[in-house]
């Protein structure tokens, strides 16, 4: 039946018609930019809300809102390719409010994009956020990322690769010690292996980039003809 509504949606605090007027915004907006954001595009964003909505069936919290909530989560790099989270607050509200949002639901949103940003999590968030998060850090920990996704993060950001791998270790190992890397317990069972794999990898990055010769390396690559200068430091 075409108008019947699911289960999750009924129960949702996202009102019949909001989520999907809000996708098909975003969508068109990420479209808009497909070429500024290699990285943070619409493929981080529809893995991001897919995961979400998924790890929210599974800790019993609103889907519609956490995938509503994906789905904005990353808008400041729209704004500002290389800004934080609150930077995309005005923006959010903008795509929220012309999907037929209430002024309750964007301030919802804007708590719950907060309290998932990897820079500032701990362990008291909320449900909503904890899917959220869970389903960010993932696209970070996947084994295929730093294959075929970290050379587009360099090229949307225009940081140097040292800088990377220290964000990387620095942000991922805090929440990776402070045992809130993934707050579902299936996940962080699940994911362990890749998360360690991911550390480790990145840790050996900085040390290699320590050898001369290996910096060396980095400026010769970044001098190669048609390569988007920037892997090496200043
Ligand atoms: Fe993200």
């Known amino acids: 039946m075409p108008n019947q509504q699911t289960a999750a949606q009924v129960q949702s605090t996202v009102p019949f018609g909001v989520g999907d007027a ?3 915004a975003v969508r068109r907006l990420y479209a808009r930019h497909e070429t500024k954001l290699p990285f943070h595009g619409w493929h981080h964003i529809r893995f991001v809300r897919d995961k979400a909505m998924e790890f929210a069936a599974k800790n019993g919290s609103d889907v519609e809102f956490v995938g509503a909530a994906a789905l904005v989560h990353d808008v400041n790099y ?4 290389n800004s934080d989270v609150a930077a995309g607050r005005q923006l959010r509200a903008d795509l929220l409010f012309g999907a037929g949002a209430s002024a309750e639901l964007v301030g919802r949103v804007e708590r719950v994009v907060l309290e998932a940003d990897m820079a500032s999590r701990d362990d008291g968030i909320s449900p909503e956020a904890q ?3 869970d389903a960010d ?3 970070k920990a996947l084994p295929i990322t730093p294959v075929v996704l970290a050379h587009r993060y360099l090229k949307e950001t225009g940081v140097s690769l040292r800088s990377l791998a220290t964000k990387i270790v620095t942000d991922q190992q805090r929440a990776y010690d402070r045992g809130f890397y993934f707050y579902n317990p299936e996940a962080a069972s699940s994911y362990s292996t890749w998360v360690a ?5 990145w840790k050996c990055i900085l040390e290699s980039l320590d050898d001369p010769i290996v910096d060396g390396l980095i400026r010769a690559i970044d001098a190669l003809p048609g390569q988007t200068p920037g892997l090496a430091d200043g």
């Open 22 to 24: 809000l996708l098909r």
């Open 137 to 139: 850090t993932l696209f």
């Open 197 to 201: 794999a991911n550390l480790t990898l």
């Open 131 to 133: 899917a959220l998060s």
């Open 78 to 81: 729209l704004v500002n390719r």
